[in-house]
Protein backbone atom coordinates (compact mmCIF):
# COMPACT_ATOMS: atom_id res chain seq x y z
CA UNK A 1 0.00 0.00 0.00
CA UNK A 2 1.33 3.41 -0.67
CA UNK A 3 1.99 5.71 1.56
CA UNK A 4 0.82 9.60 2.41
CA UNK A 5 2.69 11.66 -0.57
CA UNK A 6 3.96 15.25 0.10
CA UNK A 7 5.46 17.33 -2.05
CA UNK A 8 7.57 19.11 -2.45
CA UNK A 9 10.24 18.14 0.25
CA UNK A 10 12.10 21.18 0.51
CA UNK A 11 10.52 25.08 0.13
CA UNK A 12 12.66 28.39 0.71
CA UNK A 13 11.03 31.84 0.41
CA UNK A 14 11.63 34.93 1.28
CA UNK A 15 9.08 36.71 4.00
CA UNK A 16 5.58 38.02 2.83
CA UNK A 17 6.02 35.39 -0.19
CA UNK A 18 3.13 32.70 -0.93
CA UNK A 19 3.68 29.17 -0.89
CA UNK A 20 1.69 26.08 -1.68
CA UNK A 21 2.02 22.25 -0.01
CA UNK A 22 0.47 19.27 -1.59
CA UNK A 23 -0.61 15.97 -0.26
CA UNK A 24 -2.13 12.71 -1.22
CA UNK A 25 -3.68 10.48 1.78
CA UNK A 26 -3.44 6.86 1.47
CA UNK A 27 -6.24 5.06 -1.02
CA UNK A 28 -9.65 5.07 1.05
CA UNK A 29 -8.63 7.18 3.67
CA UNK A 30 -11.88 9.36 4.46
CA UNK A 31 -10.15 11.32 7.36
CA UNK A 32 -6.95 13.97 6.22
CA UNK A 33 -4.53 15.85 8.85
CA UNK A 34 -2.25 18.66 8.49
CA UNK A 35 0.17 19.88 11.26
CA UNK A 36 3.07 22.25 11.68
CA UNK A 37 6.22 20.65 13.60
CA UNK A 38 8.43 23.46 14.98
CA UNK A 39 11.78 22.59 15.58
CA UNK A 40 12.48 20.65 18.57
CA UNK A 41 8.74 20.18 19.33
CA UNK A 42 5.93 17.78 18.89
CA UNK A 43 3.11 18.12 15.47
CA UNK A 44 1.07 20.72 16.07
CA UNK A 45 -2.70 19.86 14.50
CA UNK A 46 -3.94 22.69 12.20
CA UNK A 47 -6.84 21.52 10.19
CA UNK A 48 -8.73 18.46 9.82
CA UNK A 49 -10.84 17.15 6.91
CA UNK A 50 -13.28 14.46 7.33
CA UNK A 51 -13.62 13.45 2.85
CA UNK A 52 -13.72 17.09 1.65
CA UNK A 53 -15.64 18.88 4.87
CA UNK A 54 -13.35 20.63 7.36
CA UNK A 55 -13.90 18.94 11.28
CA UNK A 56 -11.54 21.08 12.77
CA UNK A 57 -9.73 24.43 11.77
CA UNK A 58 -9.13 26.20 15.51
CA UNK A 59 -5.62 26.30 15.41
CA UNK A 60 -5.06 27.44 11.71
CA UNK A 61 -4.07 30.94 11.22
CA UNK A 62 -6.87 31.84 8.76
CA UNK A 63 -5.22 35.77 8.28
CA UNK A 64 -2.38 33.78 6.24
CA UNK A 65 -3.16 29.98 6.33
CA UNK A 66 -5.94 28.11 3.76
CA UNK A 67 -6.41 24.81 2.91
CA UNK A 68 -9.02 22.82 0.67
CA UNK A 69 -9.32 19.36 0.34
CA UNK A 70 -11.73 19.86 -3.06
CA UNK A 71 -12.79 16.27 -3.90
CA UNK A 72 -12.19 14.16 -0.88
CA UNK A 73 -8.83 13.07 -1.75
CA UNK A 74 -5.99 15.44 -2.67
CA UNK A 75 -5.43 18.38 -0.21
CA UNK A 76 -3.24 21.45 -0.24
CA UNK A 77 -2.32 23.72 2.66
CA UNK A 78 -1.22 27.50 1.49
CA UNK A 79 0.57 29.99 3.33
CA UNK A 80 0.12 34.00 1.97
CA UNK A 81 1.62 35.86 3.19
CA UNK A 82 4.65 33.96 4.96
CA UNK A 83 6.41 35.18 8.07
CA UNK A 84 9.42 34.11 9.79
CA UNK A 85 8.12 32.22 12.40
CA UNK A 86 6.23 30.14 9.76
CA UNK A 87 9.46 28.17 9.11
CA UNK A 88 8.73 24.60 9.81
CA UNK A 89 7.91 21.00 8.82
CA UNK A 90 3.96 20.54 7.41
CA UNK A 91 3.18 17.13 7.78
CA UNK A 92 0.12 15.64 6.42
CA UNK A 93 -1.46 12.58 7.76
CA UNK A 94 -4.54 9.99 6.63
CA UNK A 95 -6.74 8.10 8.70
CA UNK A 96 -10.11 5.35 8.10
CA UNK A 97 -11.69 7.18 10.24
CA UNK A 98 -14.98 8.12 10.03
CA UNK A 99 -17.74 9.82 12.11
CA UNK A 100 -16.90 11.51 15.22
CA UNK A 101 -14.53 9.06 17.00
CA UNK A 102 -12.31 6.74 15.77
CA UNK A 103 -9.30 4.41 16.99
CA UNK A 104 -7.92 4.08 13.31
CA UNK A 105 -4.14 5.40 13.42
CA UNK A 106 -3.30 8.38 11.68
CA UNK A 107 -0.26 7.31 8.85
CA UNK A 108 1.64 10.28 8.19
CA UNK A 109 3.89 11.73 4.98
CA UNK A 110 7.29 12.76 5.36
CA UNK A 111 6.60 16.32 5.31
CA UNK A 112 6.96 19.50 3.32
CA UNK A 113 10.16 21.12 5.01
CA UNK A 114 9.59 25.21 4.75
CA UNK A 115 12.48 27.61 5.23
CA UNK A 116 11.53 31.57 5.22
CA UNK A 117 14.32 34.02 4.50
CA UNK B 1 -3.24 19.68 25.81
CA UNK B 2 -0.59 17.29 24.91
CA UNK B 3 -2.12 15.38 28.13
CA UNK B 4 1.18 12.81 28.34
CA UNK B 5 4.19 13.16 30.47
CA UNK B 6 7.43 11.56 28.77
CA UNK B 7 11.04 11.57 29.80
CA UNK B 8 12.78 13.84 27.60
CA UNK B 9 15.49 10.97 26.66
CA UNK B 10 16.56 7.81 27.49
CA UNK B 11 19.82 5.40 26.42
CA UNK B 12 19.08 1.78 25.55
CA UNK B 13 22.34 -0.83 24.62
CA UNK B 14 21.68 -2.01 21.55
CA UNK B 15 20.17 -5.79 21.94
CA UNK B 16 18.67 -5.05 24.75
CA UNK B 17 14.64 -4.09 25.48
CA UNK B 18 14.21 -0.11 25.56
CA UNK B 19 11.23 0.40 28.05
CA UNK B 20 9.71 3.66 27.60
CA UNK B 21 7.54 4.89 29.59
CA UNK B 22 4.02 7.03 30.01
CA UNK B 23 2.01 8.82 32.42
CA UNK B 24 -1.45 9.75 31.17
CA UNK B 25 -3.20 10.21 34.40
CA UNK B 26 -6.13 12.29 33.10
CA UNK B 27 -7.31 9.71 30.35
CA UNK B 28 -10.78 8.91 30.08
CA UNK B 29 -12.68 5.35 29.63
CA UNK B 30 -12.72 6.18 26.03
CA UNK B 31 -9.08 7.26 24.92
CA UNK B 32 -6.66 5.31 23.19
CA UNK B 33 -3.01 5.00 23.97
CA UNK B 34 -1.01 5.70 20.78
CA UNK B 35 2.83 5.25 20.25
CA UNK B 36 4.91 6.91 17.09
CA UNK B 37 8.22 7.22 16.50
CA UNK B 38 10.05 10.12 14.49
CA UNK B 39 13.59 9.84 12.99
CA UNK B 40 15.08 12.80 11.83
CA UNK B 41 13.79 14.22 8.51
CA UNK B 42 10.78 11.74 8.28
CA UNK B 43 7.07 11.39 9.07
CA UNK B 44 6.31 10.33 12.49
CA UNK B 45 5.39 6.71 12.10
CA UNK B 46 2.87 4.57 13.71
CA UNK B 47 3.82 1.72 16.24
CA UNK B 48 1.11 0.26 18.65
CA UNK B 49 -2.24 1.56 20.25
CA UNK B 50 -4.09 0.17 22.58
CA UNK B 51 -7.10 0.74 25.05
CA UNK B 52 -6.67 -0.98 28.26
CA UNK B 53 -5.43 -4.38 27.09
CA UNK B 54 -1.61 -5.08 26.50
CA UNK B 55 -0.97 -5.01 22.83
CA UNK B 56 1.84 -6.91 21.00
CA UNK B 57 2.54 -6.22 17.12
CA UNK B 58 5.80 -7.13 15.15
CA UNK B 59 7.59 -4.14 16.28
CA UNK B 60 6.95 -3.54 19.80
CA UNK B 61 4.74 -4.56 22.94
CA UNK B 62 2.20 -1.90 24.90
CA UNK B 63 1.52 -2.20 28.28
CA UNK B 64 -1.05 -0.59 29.76
CA UNK B 65 -1.43 -0.15 33.60
CA UNK B 66 -4.99 -2.03 35.26
CA UNK B 67 -6.29 1.93 36.29
CA UNK B 68 -4.99 3.20 32.74
CA UNK B 69 -2.91 6.25 33.94
CA UNK B 70 0.80 5.09 32.79
CA UNK B 71 1.99 3.01 29.74
CA UNK B 72 5.06 1.72 28.81
CA UNK B 73 6.13 0.92 25.02
CA UNK B 74 9.17 -2.13 24.72
CA UNK B 75 10.77 -2.04 22.32
CA UNK B 76 12.07 -6.28 22.75
CA UNK B 77 15.81 -6.34 21.08
CA UNK B 78 16.85 -2.58 20.18
CA UNK B 79 18.84 -1.27 17.39
CA UNK B 80 20.69 1.25 16.46
CA UNK B 81 17.88 2.37 13.41
CA UNK B 82 15.14 2.44 16.81
CA UNK B 83 17.14 5.58 17.51
CA UNK B 84 14.63 8.43 17.16
CA UNK B 85 12.54 10.15 19.40
CA UNK B 86 9.00 8.29 20.67
CA UNK B 87 5.13 10.10 21.18
CA UNK B 88 2.97 8.60 23.52
CA UNK B 89 -0.62 10.17 22.55
CA UNK B 90 -3.93 10.43 23.94
CA UNK B 91 -5.95 10.33 21.48
CA UNK B 92 -8.93 13.17 22.06
CA UNK B 93 -12.66 13.67 20.70
CA UNK B 94 -12.53 14.00 16.86
CA UNK B 95 -9.95 11.57 16.18
CA UNK B 96 -7.21 14.69 16.97
CA UNK B 97 -3.64 13.99 18.15
CA UNK B 98 -1.73 15.96 20.82
CA UNK B 99 1.99 15.64 20.35
CA UNK B 100 3.79 16.47 23.31
CA UNK B 101 7.78 16.78 22.72
CA UNK B 102 8.34 12.70 23.32
CA UNK B 103 11.49 11.11 24.43
CA UNK B 104 14.50 10.72 22.51
CA UNK B 105 15.91 7.25 22.25
CA UNK B 106 19.73 6.51 21.48
CA UNK B 107 20.25 3.00 20.88
CA UNK B 108 23.96 2.78 22.06
CA UNK B 109 26.77 -0.05 20.30
Known amino acids: EAGVAQSPRYKIIEKRQSVAFWCNPISGHATLYWYQQILGQGPKLLIQFQNNGVVDDSQLPKDRFSAERLKGVDSTLKIQPAKLEDSAVYLCASSLGQGGYSNQPQHFGDGTRLSIL | DAKTTQPPSMDCAEGRAANLPCNHS???????VYWYRQIHSQGPQYIIH???NNETNEMASLIITEDRKSSTLILPHATLRDTAVYYC??????????FGTGTSLTVIP
Open chain 2, 89 to 98: IVRVTGNQFY
Open chain 2, 50 to 52: GLK
Open chain 2, 26 to 32: TISGNEY
